[in-house]
Structures are given as C-alpha cells and as structure tokens.
C-alpha cells in the first residue's frame, strides 16, 4: 500500500510541524502572560499591606518647575526667629513670670512670692520641659486666677515685646481670661459630640522627645551606642537617591533635600540642651532632608471641629525617626525634627528650599501633589547629598488672585493684601499670618486642637483624581491666569462652605465643619450616649 503520510525532503512531516508551532505559539504566549504579569507585579498597588507607599506617591515631574532661587526674597538684615514671637515659645515665658508673680515658681520663695535668688536647680528645667516646642499640644496657660498680669509685671523679652505689639499682649490677655474659661463650658455642655474624633486623635499618640543635646544624641544609636564609622557613598547623587527612597518606603509620601541656611533654626529652645537661650547651630548640620505626609482625606475634610492632625504628625514624626536611624547606622550623625518630637528649626522655608511646595498666603506650604494637606518632618545631618533646587508651579500668583483661606478664616488671621510686597520678616519677604490671633482659634476649637480650615479650603488640596490633576497642570502652564480665576470661581459657585463667622462657639457660631465627618466619626451612628450637636443648635 502507499504510504499517504507527507514529509519533506528532511523527514518532518506536516502533523509534526503543525505540534511544534502549536507548542512554540504556546510558549509565547505563556512568556508573554508572564512578562505581563511581571510588570503588573512591578505596579504599587499589587504591593499588599504597602501599596501607599514607595517613590509613586511623589508623582509630580519637578524638573520643568525648578528655579534656582527660592521664590522668598531677601530685602534686609536677616536674623533667627526668638522665643518671644511665637505663641508657643512665648508661652513658655509667659508660665514663668506669672508663676514668679504670683510666688508659684520653683525660683520664687514660697513665703511671700519674691523671687529667690535660686531655686532648686532643675525646676526651670522642669518647666522648660512642660513647655517645649511641639505643634502636638498647646501649652498650658496661666490660670484666670487673679486674672491676666498687667504688661509691666513680665520680665525680658516678653515686656518689650509686649510694648512694642501692645494687640499681642491683648490678644494673650483675652486667651488666658476668656477664650480657656469658655471653651471648659463648652465642653462640659458639647464634649461627648466630639467623643470618636478625640479617641481617633488620641490614637495616633507617639512621642519619644530627645533629651540630649545634639553633640550627644546626633551621634548615638539605639541604647547609647555610638554610631559606627561613616560608610562612603558612590556620590552624592547616588546618595541623595538611596535617601529618598528609603523614606519614601518608611512613610513619606514626599521627600527633598536642602542645604540648611542657619537662619531657619529657632534662636531658642535646642532640644536636650540645659540652656533655654540662643545656642550655635551645630556645624554637622550641613543639610536637611524635608519629608511630608497627607491627613486622612476624610477626617481632615471636616475641620476645624471633628478633624486632627495627629494621624499626619504621627506618620511624618514615625518616618523621620525611622531614616534618622537608617542615616545613623551608616555612619553619618542625625537629628529628626518632628510634630511628635520637637523641631529645633522652621518647617516652612526648608520646604520651599528643599523644593517640595512654595509658600501660600495662609502661611503653610502649598506641594503639588496635595496641596497643603500634609504635615512635615526632617532630618539634619552632614551626610553629602545632591540638593534640590526650589520649584514655582504658580502658587504666588494664584494665591494672590484666590484669597479663599482669608475669607473662611474664623479668626481673621489670614491677610487679604493683593500680595506679599509689604510683609516683611526677619528680613525675608514673605507671606505671614497673625499668628497668635490663629493660636487663639485654636483653643476655641472643640475636637482634635487646632483648625487646619485653611489647610483643607485651599484649591490646591484637592485628591489626586484625574479632573483635579488636569486642573493643576493646566494652570501651572496657563500664563494668562485664565485656569487660575475660573478654578476660583467654581470653588465659591459649586462647593459652598459656611461663612467664617459660622466656625466660632454659639452663641456667635455653631462650631460649624467645613464637611460633614465621614461615618465612622460620627457619634450618634455608633455610641449610646447623649450628645447635643451644636452644629444644629442643639
């Protein structure tokens, strides 16, 4: 019989070419499922448990905003900020002297109230202690026993600053005698309103302050131990790199690097340091590396009365102490500046240096990426590092046109200048909030401390969804400020607010939110206890 079975003249045959293109096409196509799903493994939100973290979270191309001076002007003698300027600072200054006038502090004799001559010598430090700088908690203030003290019963510096900005000493004056005594009523009478916001504030709590000062604790790991040798880097590049993406992975969702301009850091204060008073910035620290980290976008929508800043404090403050131990274990010293731990240095020029936002006219940093809505952190230390350059994306300009944060500010801190041309700072022009009339809102404020309503009204602080990432480029290449205006516009036309006035206690106000809370913040859904809203007139 024939053979019918064809083959070619090297004896492979027609079924077995049709196999092995079959298996070869199979191949492929499984190589091309497995590539496939090799790269789709490579994107972040396959990262189970770490989807939120990594380099992606900065997705803003800075390159093409980079300028190659700060946007801040010099027009003057500059100098670093005092004690006495700051609320915070001050009020430190202010415990000591009416303690002292009322014969209650550790330095004063306990017979008659004059001052002693010495005390026990760890009493100033103890107070010192009590008071130190952290954006975490006010101060505590006099009590209104006997009432606030005349101007001339406080010591230097706070008497003549007192005489100089004599609205200060009013502003102080009717913290202490009014705003505390009415905001314990208000407590009394609303507090449980505001039980779920408390305990998710509360729940961010994590503080470990320094205690040494920086020749000690730069230069010391975990459990005394003296950090290693330093371990060379390729470059600085490939530094300023590997520092970025490891803090990116402990938590920052932006990062940058400055070199440190001394004048940034507080003339006061050094965190360990047994001298309250003006100290040398240490010359280890050469540079500055700036991180930032968002609210929850939920809570921080329903400022200024049941939102809180702790759940970005304490994930800023958390990420800094991570990197400087990571920076610390490869040999180099370092310090970490944070909400929870204390800073030694100004946030908001670093910021802007270090090339993550510019500064808007609410005070605080605006970045691209969301806004104003983060909080920020730093580590310093002499590490060599390729700096960043600033950036200018348009915020000057579309501050000056926009104006929302002045209107809504219930505390009327916010100026309503067409611009910044006359707001000049320890020598630097710049925008510049009152900021202890805004530190007295703070204490009106019946959730987690603070306001933050500027922070949230703010255009820029908007999620990244594709409408609102299309609106921000379009304006950062639109120079005619058509976007600019017309963003503006459909703020104030398609998401009302309340009014300023409406944020303040009753019977003034309603201690009104700028949105409602998100449902796991809302009391009467889940806790079986009476709370009067008084954002109902309750």
């Known amino acids: 019989m024939a053979d019918h079975k064809q083959s070619d003249s090297r004896g492979v045959s027609?079924?077995?070419?049709?196999?092995?293109?079959?298996?070869?096409?199979?191949?492929?196509?499984?190589?091309?499922?497995?590539?496939?799903?090799?790269?789709?493994g490579r994107d972040p939100a396959t990262h189970t448990g770490w989807q939120h973290l990594g380099e992606h979270t900065q997705f803003v191309d800075r390159k093409p905003l980079e300028i190659d001076t700060p946007p801040y002007e010099k027009v003057g003698p500059t100098r670093r900020p005092r004690e006495e300027e700051s609320p915070f600072g001050r009020q430190r200054l202010v415990m000591r002297d009416t303690m002292r006038a009322r014969g209650t502090h550790p330095t004063a004799k306990a017979t008659n109230g004059e001052l002693g001559s010495g005390g026990p010598p760890d009493g100033e430090k103890d107070l010192a202690d009590r008071t130190r700088r952290t954006v975490t908690d006010a101060h505590p203030a006099p009590s209104r026993q006997q009432g606030y003290p005349p101007m001339e019963a406080f010591s230097e510096p706070v008497k003549s600053y007192y005489e100089r900005f004599p609205e200060v000493y009013d502003f102080d004056q009717f913290r202490v005698e009014s705003i505390l005594p009415k905001r314990r009523e208000d407590q009394m009478k609303y507090g449980a309103h505001y039980t779920l916001i408390k305990a998710w504030s509360n729940a961010w709590e994590t503080t470990e302050p320094i205690t040494e000062p920086p020749e000690i604790s730069d230069f010391t790991m975990a459990h005394g131990r003296p950090i290693p040798g330093a371990v060379p880097f390729k470059s600085p590049r490939k530094a300023a790199e590997l520092i970025k993406k490891v803090t990116h992975h402990f938590g920052a969702s932006m990062v940058g690097i400055a070199r440190l301009n001394p004048n940034w850091c507080y003339d006061y204060g050094l965190r360990g340091s047994q001298n309250h008073g003006p100290y040398k910035v240490p010359d280890h620290w050469t540079c500055v590396i700036a991180l930032g980290v968002p609210h929850q976008w939920e809570q921080v929508q329903s400022n200024p009365n049941c939102g809180t800043s702790y759940d970005a404090y304490s994930r800023a403050s958390i990420a800094a102490r991570r990197l400087e131990h990571f920076i610390k274990s490869l040999g180099y010293p370092a310090r970490r500046h944070s909400p929870m731990d204390g800073y030694d240095l100004m946030a908001v020029p670093v910021l802007v240096d270090a090339g993550l936002g510019e500064q808007g006219r609410h005070g605080i940093v605006i970045t691209p990426e969301a806004g104003s809505n983060f909080r920020a952190a730093f580590v310093t230390t002499n590490l060599p590092m390729q700096v960043d350059k600033p950036i200018d994306f348009g915020v000057r300009k579309f501050c000056e046109h926009c104006k929302i944060c002045a209107e809504i500010c219930p505390s009327n801190s916010i100026s309503f200048a067409p611009d910044n041309s006359d707001s000049h700072y320890r020598g630097y022009r710049h925008w510049q909030i009152r900021e202890t009339s805004c530190y007295n809102y703070w204490m009106q404020s019946m959730?987690?401390?603070?306001?933050?309503?500027?922070?949230?009204?703010?255009?820029?602080?908007r999620k990244a969804n594709w409408a609102h990432t299309l609106a921000r480029a379009a304006d950062t290449r639109d120079p005619t400020g058509l976007v600019r205006r017309t963003l503006t516009w459909m703020q104030k036309t398609f998401f009302k607010a309340p009014s300023a006035r409406e944020y303040l206690p009753p019977p003034d106000g309603r201690f009104a939110n700028y949105r409602q809370p998100p449902e796991w913040l809302q009391v009467k859904k889940y806790l079986k206890i009476s709370a009067p809203d008084p954002t109902r007139g309750e």
């Open 447 to 461: 959730g987690g401390l603070g306001c933050r309503l500027c922070l949230i009204a703010c255009p820029y602080s």
């Open 14 to 40: 027609r079924r077995d070419f049709i196999k092995v293109g079959g298996a070869v096409a199979a191949g492929i196509q499984i190589g091309a499922v497995a590539g496939a799903g090799l790269e789709a």
